[in-house]
């Protein structure tokens, strides 16, 4: 991975679940199951059903949210609240993490589809506060979810950062393609490789990355 890939970059835009902390925490078991409690509360569908609509909406809009609201108005701050009102156990410090990112030069936000609440639990329960000088949530995006183009352009804009001297790092590559069409450096967070020509690099050892970018 050539160093110089990233002399460049200057900011440096972090998403969030499974990203900042290993999926085999498992987070989203909780969630997954508190919207599917959600999506029965709004449609009247049995859990089968709710499930399946559950992962049609996050397929077809980026977010459940966003499917809900669109065709179920679901309020959107009650929404949040309560799907991400659930136990971090599982998460525990990660020093050379942290460690990692104090190192990189520049600017480092967070951009999640969750909110900004639940993000900055996530980041203290991994010994990762105070490392950002912002959190941005769906919620400072409209409630528009990644992978829209306005999502991250809400983001670039609110934070002043040049797409051209930034890198995004996610574990969806759909999330991806966006950054990659501003011209941000994309780098794919995940267990496996998923190739395609909008991930510039991908890894399964976030820490060990960053380090070798210093």
């Known amino acids: 991975m050539p160093k110089h890939d990233f002399a460049h970059v200057t900011a440096w835009v972090f998403d969030l679940d499974n990203t900042l902390y290993a999926p085999e925490a498992r987070l989203f078991d909780q969630v997954d199951i508190r919207i599917t409690a959600q999506v029965m509360a709004a449609t009247g569908l049995d859990e089968a059903a709710a499930n399946h609509l559950r992962k049609e909406y996050w397929h077809r809009y ?67 506060g105070g490392l950002f000088e912002a959190v941005f949530g769906v919620e400072h995006t409209g409630f528009r979810p990644k992978p829209l183009p306005e999502a991250h352009e809400a ?58 970018l210093v």
């Open 62 to 128: 980026g977010t459940t949210l966003a499917g809900l609201m669109a065709h179920h108005r679901v309020d959107p701050d009650l929404y949040l609240a309560d799907v991400h009102d659930i136990c971090l156990d599982t998460l525990s410090p990660d020093p050379a993490l942290r460690a990692a990112i104090t190192a990189l030069p520049g600017r480092r936000v967070v951009h999640t589809n969750a909110s900004a609440p639940y993000a900055r639990r996530v980041l203290e329960a991994r010994g990762l």
């Open 155 to 212: 983001v670039l804009a609110a934070a002043a950062i040049r797409p051209e001297q930034a890198a995004m790092f996610e574990d969806d590559p759909r999330n991806l393609v966006a950054p990659h069409a501003f011209g941000m450096r994309t780098v794919h967070v995940a267990p496996e490789a998923t190739p395609a020509p909008h991930v510039h690099h991908h890894t399964d050892d976030l820490a060990g990355f960053l380090t070798r």
